[in-house]
T-cell receptor
Framework: DAGVIQSPRHEVTEMGQEVTLRCKPI?????LFWYRQTMMRGLELLIYFNNNVPIDDSGMPEDRFSAKMPNASFSTLKIQPSEPRDSAVYFCASSFWLPSSYNSPLHFGNGTRLTVT | DQQVKQNSPSLSVQEGRISILNCDYTNSMFDYFLWYKKYPAEGPTFLIS?????DKNEDGRFTVFLNKSAKHLSLHIVPSQPGDSAVYFC???????????????FGQGTILTVHP
């Protein structure tokens, strides 16, 4: 089990540029989550998918942020255009969801540290 | 509005002793609580969880206690080991059996240092 794989580990970009973060969830997991960690706000949920369908994107800060999950083994989080305040560590997590049961905990990747200058 | 609070930013403990990490919450709708451990440059790793229908859950050296009336939970680590040194996050969910189970609200974390 390779765990949740995120790429890149570090990304440095200039304000105004497009940034794409990538995530490969654990095989067999059907839920995928994007979290962001900042000093000011801590860990906060941005968006999550169940069976590749976005369920709740209320945590996405602005329209500049978008996320996709074209298949069960891949997801992207895109920021366009990026701004310095987007600098943070972005975590992807996956889990296996079954209705009406206490589900498996979230398994997090090692994150992408984004710096926008 | 911080719905999950970890009021102690740091805790220092001697190896072999008990570590007690505390967490308070305000949202009565939370029905599932988790503790995660995080090392630098890594993602959070799940440690232990408890549902609101229980008041205690044990897993090896780790025990979580839940006091619903006080809206308080704690994580006990006995005995503490130097390898336990990490940041510990308390998290809560308001939809344990539903589609929003993974919509976790995290505390700010407590840095635990276990001295040899």
């Amino acid at each position: 089990d390779a765990g949740v794989i995120q790429s890149p580990r570090h990304e440095v970009t200039e304000m105004g540029q497009e940034v794409t973060l990538r995530c490969k969830p654990i095989s067999g997991h059907n839920s995928l989550f994007w979290y962001r960690q900042t000093m000011m706000r801590g860990l906060e949920l941005l968006i999550y998918f169940n069976n590749n369908v976005p369920i709740d994107d209320s945590g996405m800060p602005e329209d500049r942020f978008s996320a996709k999950m074209p298949n069960a083994s891949f997801s992207t989080l895109k920021i366009q255009p990026s701004e310095p305040r987007d600098s943070a560590v972005y975590f992807c997590a996956s889990s296996f969801w079954l209705p009406s049961s206490y589900n498996s905990p979230l398994h997090f990747g090692n994150g992408t540290r984004l710096t926008v200058t | 509005d911080q719905q999950v609070k970890q009021n102690s930013p740091s805790l220092s403990v001697q190896e072999g002793r008990i570590s007690i990490l505390n967490c308070d919450y305000t949202n009565s709708m939370f029905d599932y609580f988790l503790w995660y451990k995080k090392y630098p440059a890594e993602g959070p790793t799940f440690l232990i969880s408890i549902s609101s229908i229980k008041d205690k859950n044990e897993d090896g050296r780790f025990t979580v206690f839940l006091n619903k009336s006080a809206k308080h939970l704690s994580l006990h680590i006995v005995p503490s080991q130097p390898g336990d040194s990490a940041v510990y996050f308390c998290a809560a969910s308001a939809d344990a059996g539903g589609t929003s189970y993974g919509k976790l609200t995290f505390g700010q974390g407590t840095i635990l240092t276990v001295h040899p």
